[in-house]
């Protein structure tokens, strides 16, 4: 079973159709039987983003809701959440500062390591981040992450 770590710019792929939508479907349908990780925050960042979407006339109000919806649906079921503790808040920190990363995307990064060590701690094979954010990917390996970005997957 593979594991992947969604940052939200991979997860709106799921409910919002652009580059890498197809590749996400075939990450988080069920025959696939992947273990799916996510950062609790992530639910927030992707109805913000596609609610800009809506707002940007990208997505008309009747998609954005039955979107939204389907997250609703399946935020808590689907995928793993990792919960932003004390703790990982100032890895967060330390992440922002090495490597510069807008707040949300060292939460994004400190939620990976901390699923990715406790898998490796348990014997689990490695997860592979998974984000379409240029920088956070940078700065994912050097962290020594595997990354895949969802626009290389049209």
Same mark, same amino acid.
């Given at each position: 079973?593979?594991?992947?770590?969604?940052?939200?710019?991979?997860?709106?792929?799921?409910?919002? %159709?652009?580059?890498?939508? %197809?590749?996400?479907?075939?990450? #988080?349908?069920?025959?696939?039987?992947?273990?799916?990780?996510?950062?609790?925050?992530?639910? #927030?960042? *992707?109805? %913000?983003?596609?609610?800009?979407?809506?707002?940007?006339?990208?997505?008309?109000?009747?998609?954005?809701?039955?979107? #939204?919806?389907?997250?609703?649906?399946?935020?808590?079921?689907?995928?793993?959440?990792?919960?932003?503790?004390?703790?990982?808040?100032?890895?967060?920190?330390?992440?922002?500062?090495?490597?510069?990363?807008?707040?949300?995307?060292?939460?994004?990064?400190?939620?990976?390591?901390?699923?990715?060590?406790?898998?490796?701690?348990?014997?689990?094979?490695?997860?592979?981040?998974?984000?379409?954010?240029?920088?956070?990917?940078?700065?994912?390996?050097?962290?020594?992450?595997? *990354?895949?970005?969802?626009?290389?997957?049209?």
């Amino acid at each position: 079973m593979a594991a992947y770590f969604l940052d939200s710019s991979a997860l709106v792929k799921r409910y919002a %159709s652009e580059t890498g939508t %197809s590749w996400i479907f075939s990450l #988080v349908r069920p025959a696939a039987s992947n273990r799916l990780y996510l950062a609790r925050i992530t639910g #927030v960042e *992707v109805v %913000s983003a596609l609610t800009r979407r809506e707002r940007g006339r990208r997505l008309s109000p009747a998609a954005t809701a039955k979107a #939204v919806a389907r997250l609703e649906r399946e935020l808590f079921n689907k995928y793993v959440a990792v919960e932003i503790s004390p703790a990982l808040v100032l890895v967060a920190m330390r992440l922002a500062k090495t490597h510069a990363l807008r707040g949300y995307d060292a939460v994004q990064l400190a939620a990976a390591l901390e699923a990715h060590q406790l898998r490796a701690s348990a014997g689990a094979t490695p997860l592979t981040l998974v984000s379409a954010d240029d920088a956070l990917n940078t700065a994912a390996i050097a962290e020594g992450l595997a *990354v895949d970005n969802p626009k290389h997957h049209p």
